[in-house]
């Protein structure tokens, strides 16, 4: 079983649409959480991180359910724009080494 | 800007041939990853090093691979002999982590990536 698991997609979606991503984790000791995007070709770039009280930046939300060792999130009002690949990383523990899941494609069409 | 600077970006070689990657981490980030990207395997971590030492390198083969940080301003990673199978996108990543800090918000930056292509 892998580290970090998402569902690889791709999510086709209309814009202004809300779409959510979950991914799991394997080990209960994990520390820290984050969402990363990656553009065609780029490199990944930090989104936001995952809070234990959930957190929201504009659009986005993010949630960690601990219990279930899972992470969602969570797009509002879909943008051309965000049409990415999103992975979700995890710490852990011990020495902030930073596992990646696969990532999930969301194309957003207009 | 601080950016994390990775040599070269895109890198053609043969089969058998030695190929080093290079990355200049940001100035005064303490700790280095090197990850490997493919289709088929998304982003594997293959070393890290913390303030120059490497930490855990479990993810990368070791009869073939070697990565090193002679200064702190330089990480190498090196293939030889290379093999087609080591064709994928190398990112470089630094970060900055205090002693003694859980490391809830630690960011790492990455660099543009090597396209590695072994023929």
Redesign the interface.
């Known amino acids: 079983r892998k580290e970090v698991e998402q569902d690889p997609g791709p999510f086709n979606v209309p814009e202004g649409a809300t779409v959510a991503f979950n991914c799991t984790y394997s080990n209960s000791a994990s ?2 959480f ?1 969402w990363y995007r990656q553009d065609c070709r ?5 989104l936001m ?1 995952v ?1 234990s009280s959930g957190n929201e930046d504009g659009r986005f939300t993010a949630q960690l359910n601990r219990a279930s060792q899972y992470i969602s999130l969570l797009i509002r009002d879909s943008k051309l724009s965000d049409s990415a690949t999103y ?1 979700c990383v995890v ?1 852990p523990g011990g ?9 999930t494609r969301l194309a957003v069409h207009p | 800007d601080a950016r994390v600077t990775q040599t070269p970006r895109d890198k053609v070689t043969e089969m058998g041939q030695e190929v080093t990657m290079r990355c200049q981490p940001i100035l005064g980030h303490n ?1 280095v ?1 090197w ?1 490997r990207q493919t289709m088929m ?3 594997e ?1 293959l070393a ?1 090093f ?1 303030n120059r030492a490497p ?2 390198d479990s993810g990368m083969p070791k009869d073939r691979f070697s990565a090193e940080m002679p200064d702190a301003t330089l990480a190498t990673l090196k293939i030889q002999p290379s093999e087609p199978r080591d064709s994928a996108v190398y ?1 470089c ?1 630094s ?1 900055n ?1 205090a002693r003694g800090v ?7 930056f ?4 090597t396209r590695l292509t072994v023929v």
Request: charged share 15%; no cysteine.
């Open positions: 520390q820290s984050f780029k490199e990944p770039k930090l991180s809070y992975l710490n020495y902030n080494k930073l596992i990646f899941g696969a990532g | 700790t990853f990850y395997q998304g982003l971590l890290y913390r930490l855990d990112f990543a970060s982590r859980v490391p809830m918000n630690t960011e790492a990455f660099g543009q990536g």
